[in-house]
């Protein structure tokens, strides 16, 4: 298992180094979220290669871990593309703080260690050589399988909106931002928690439970939501603080009436 780890470990080492560079070179470090998206594709694979587990078990595993991947890692890669070359807001801020390149070098590798940190989970179930699938391994991948359909639908909801003549300064209320103000960060975590579901009876199974929650920390106390809600404060000003006052920030729930 150990000789797994670390084989992922360096191919995400190099693969964040090259993104780095190519980042420093273009001047837009927003690159980084694409490799992180793309990171459990390319690892889950490695693990469902070296590992002795029951085929079926790492086939599933490693496709769902890749299909989840995929989607939000292209999705962050066009957005990121659309944008290109103004950089997103959070890595300006990190630019004045670290005018170093080498800082960000060593940003990348950390976040290249969260990244196998994250892919964990997958690398359990490739070792995991137990037969048939439990019920609560079932209830927890379907979780995870949900979670990706309702942040793919959040996704597009969102950029329908955007697409549309006048949106611009606007706020999207329909749909699942009717009852989330962040429905895609609520089905990220959402998909974690199902992964930590389905691996929790894997030995060593229940340390992925630092899964969820270093994705809720990142969501709702670092990068997510805070960062998301000052930019949008800024934007889109007194509308955005209705939004507030109606709207769940997280988890989606019936809207309140506005504060007067």
Same mark, same amino acid.
């Given at each position: 298992?150990?000789?797994?780890? %670390?084989?992922?470990?360096?191919?995400? &080492? +190099? $693969?964040?180094?090259l993104?780095?560079a190519? *980042?420093?070179?273009? @001047?837009?470090?927003?690159?980084?979220?694409?490799?992180?998206?793309?990171?459990?594709?390319?690892?889950?694979?490695?693990?469902?290669?070296?590992?002795?587990?029951?085929?079926?078990?790492?086939?599933?595993?490693?496709?769902?871990?890749?299909?989840?991947?995929?989607?939000?890692?292209?999705?962050?890669?066009?957005?990121?593309?659309?944008?290109?070359?103004?950089?997103?807001?959070?890595?300006?801020?990190?630019?004045?703080?670290?005018?170093?390149?080498?800082?960000?070098?060593?940003f990348?590798q950390?976040?290249?260690?969260?990244?196998?940190?994250?892919?964990?989970?997958?690398?359990?179930?490739?070792?995991?050589?137990?037969?048939?699938?439990? %019920?609560?391994?079932?209830?927890?991948? &379907? +979780? $995870?399988?949900?979670?990706i359909?309702?942040? *793919?639908?959040?996704? @597009?909801?969102?950029?329908?909106?955007?697409?549309?003549?006048g949106?611009?300064?606007?706020?999207?209320?329909?749909?699942?931002?009717?009852?989330?103000?962040?429905?895609?960060?609520?089905?990220?975590?959402?998909?974690?928690?199902?992964?930590?579901?389905?691996?929790?009876?894997?030995?060593?199974?229940?340390?992925?439970?630092?899964?969820?929650?270093?994705?809720?920390?990142?969501?709702?106390?670092?990068?997510?939501?805070?960062?998301?809600?000052?930019?949008?404060?800024?934007?889109?000003?007194?509308?955005?603080?209705?939004?507030?006052?109606?709207?769940?920030?997280?988890?989606?729930?019936?809207?309140?009436?506005?504060?007067?």
């Amino acid at each position: 298992m150990m000789l797994s780890f %670390l084989a992922a470990w360096g191919l995400a &080492a +190099v $693969a964040f180094a090259l993104v780095w560079a190519v *980042s420093m070179k273009i @001047r837009n470090y927003g690159f980084l979220d694409v490799i992180w998206s793309y990171a459990v594709a390319l690892i889950a694979p490695i693990y469902a290669l070296l590992g002795p587990g029951d085929f079926t078990r790492k086939l599933l595993y490693c496709g769902l871990g890749t299909l989840w991947s995929l989607r939000l890692g292209s999705y962050i890669f066009l957005r990121v593309l659309r944008h290109h070359p103004k950089e997103d807001i959070r890595y300006e801020t990190l630019r004045q703080r670290w005018p170093s390149p080498g800082m960000f070098l060593a940003f990348f590798q950390l976040q290249a260690l969260i990244a196998v940190i994250f892919s964990g989970p997958f690398l359990l179930a490739s070792w995991n050589t137990a037969g048939p699938f439990t %019920l609560v391994e079932f209830a927890g991948l &379907a +979780v $995870a399988v949900i979670s990706i359909g309702g942040e *793919s639908l959040a996704d @597009r909801q969102m950029a329908r909106f955007k697409s549309e003549p006048g949106s611009h300064g606007k706020v999207c209320e329909s749909g699942l931002w009717r009852y989330s103000r962040h429905p895609n960060y609520f089905f990220e975590f959402l998909f974690w928690v199902g992964i930590f579901v389905a691996s929790v009876n894997t030995p060593w199974g229940w340390i992925t439970i630092i899964c969820p929650l270093l994705m809720y920390h990142f969501l709702t106390k670092v990068t997510g939501i805070p960062l998301t809600e000052e930019y949008a404060l800024k934007s889109k000003g007194g509308e955005y603080q209705r939004y507030q006052q109606t709207t769940s920030a997280f988890v989606p729930w019936f809207r309140r009436n506005p504060q007067t």
